[in-house]
């Protein structure tokens, strides 16, 4: 079978590592389809199933934007929101 292999190949694998990548990169898409520029400056990270956001905004409305974008996401356990006003 080739999956095994491909798996190995690209450091891919069914635990909880790729969990949170293919959570981490639901909630990076859905931030990028909000479509409000300033939003793509969040980073996100997952570990655990717990979201950690990051980075920086011009406001607190967007602060506050990227926790609710990242929230809607199922999957995560909870949101970490340390995302920085930086006017």
Known sequence: MI????FS???????????????????K??????GEANLL?????????IIY???ETDDAQQKRRAD???RRIS???K???KVLVEP
Do not use: F, T
């Not at 999956?3 to 491909?6: E, K, S």
């Not at 190949?9 to 909630?27: F, H, N, P, T």
């Not at 898409?29 to 909000?34: K, P």
């Not at 400056?41 to 199933?49: A, C, K, L, P």
């Open 29 to 34: 898409q859905a931030l990028y389809d909000h």
């Open 41 to 49: 400056r969040v980073d996100v990270s997952v570990e655990e199933g």
């Open 68 to 70: 609710h974008i990242a």
């Open 3 to 6: 999956w095994p292999l491909l």
């Open 75 to 77: 999957g995560g356990a």
């Open 9 to 27: 190949i690209c450091g891919c694998g069914l635990g909880k590592g790729s969990a949170d990548e293919m959570l981490a990169g639901r909630v």
């Open 79 to 81: 949101v970490v929101n």
């Open 53 to 55: 956001l990051s980075g």
